[in-house]
């Protein structure tokens, strides 16, 4: 119900509206002129004035955005864009890529070199975790082994796999890029060009290139690594009780791009073979780790003997990894991989509905952490991390007398095939043979 005041109000607006609908015919005619004449001046003067820059056009949006909401202003300011138009460490004609020279502030260097570029200063899209980079490479010459650059491109292949399934940057190179920086010290230039060309880059992980990834679903848990600056596969009491010089295998390691690893390098690699003291460093470390036969200097007992003298300068930011495959030795390994294949498929047959199911590639991580949390509860072990096969030797052939020939390239297909078995089950294929590489049968559903 309407009360009386009500509608006198009603009446009232009522006859303010049709008084103003009568002054409205003249005034659209007065109003389209002046438009029109405006138009006509801005059409005439577009012709005479140079047209606004995009910098210049964001600016006056950006004043007038302020001053209409002042309240909004960092709301409406536009987000800041990747630009180096400053400048950065890169315009320093003194910046080295190689060791020899060194880089002296590199923290601050690439702290304001990510302000430049925040959208790579972000986290990665994977989770939210730090940057990693995976370099790895061969020989700039054809391999002598017949089959050996086969091996080396199924090596590689496992590599970017990985790489792809948990969000990595690969970085292959098959350059020596310091020549007097031979055999084992040739991947020290490489891991130190990376560092400087991706300063987005938290970590940069060295795989060599007959190692290989043989649990695709694993995850490097790098929350453990806070606080350390080396990650290296080895076991404490073979360094600091034994001086074992096999306590540690410097074949796969992470190291941190920060201003430490500049450093440490400098001093690793200083008892490589651009040294002038190479041939002293390999007597003086044959003569401190108890079982090193042979009167050279290499990396792996380079690292040993730094942690041994400069424990109380390096040891707290290198972390000994012994809880699970960071990198593992093949003759231990390969002979296990088809009892692990059954204990999966097992596993799958009486687990979880999610360990069958059939998925997207990308949806990879939520199954693999179920697949994780059903080996937990039944007390399975899970599949070995890294496979190493160290004095194997895939593209010279020249491998330890320790073993044949047939045994390593034997166990490299089986342990290929094991791990791309887990690729290939994504596309819904699967090799029921791990010795024969040719034939593959579609995955049953369920």
Known sequence: MVSPESQATMAKHGLLRNRASLCFGDGCLFLGGVLMALLLVWSFSSFSLPPATPSQTLAASSSSSSEALPECASAATPPHQDSEESGNFYDDPELSYSFGRPVRGWDEKRLEWLRQHPSLAAASSSGGRERVLLVTGSQPAPCKNKIGDHLLLR???????????????????????????????????????AMVAHPEAEWIWWVDSDALFSDMDFELPLD?????????????????????????????????????????????????????????????????????????????????????????????????????????????????????????????????QALRRRHAEKASRYYAARRAEAEAEA??????????????????????????????????????????????????????DLMDSDAVKPVPFG
């Open 224 to 352: 453990r690594y806070k606080g350390h600056n080396l990650v290296v596969h080895g076991w404490q009491h073979l360094i600091y009780e034994k001086k074992s010089w096999t306590s540690i295998n410097a074949g796969v390691f992470l190291i941190r791009n920060c201003q430490w690893s500049m450093d440490f390098m400098d001093v690793w690699a200083g008892m490589g073979p651009q040294s002038p003291e190479y041939e002293r460093w390999g007597h003086v470390l044959r003569s401190t780790l108890a079982d090193k036969l042979f009167p050279e200097s290499d990396d792996q007992s380079a690292l040993v003997y730094l942690l041994l003298t400069h424990k109380d300068r390096y040891g707290d930011k290198i972390y000994v990894e012994s809880e699970y495959y960071f990198e593992g030795y093949w003759e231990e390994i390969v002979g296990t991989l088809p009892n692990i294949t059954r204990e999966h498929h097992d596993l799958e047959r009486r687990g979880p």
């Open 379 to 432: 007390a399975r072990r899970r599949r070995p991390f890294v496979t190493h096969f160290t004095g194997c030797q895939p593209c010279s052939g020249d491998h330890n007398q320790m073993y044949s020939g047939e045994s390593c390239w034997d166990g490299m297909v089986k342990a290929l095939n094991f791990a791309d078995n887990q690729v290939l089950r994504r596309y819904g294929y699967v090799r029921p």
């Open 155 to 193: 090596f590689f292949k496992n590599k970017v796999d990985y790489c792809r399934l948990h969000g990595c940057d690969v970085f292959y190179n098959n350059a020596l890029l310091q020549p007097r920086m031979f055999s084992y010290w040739a991947k020290y230039p490489v891991v130190r060009a």
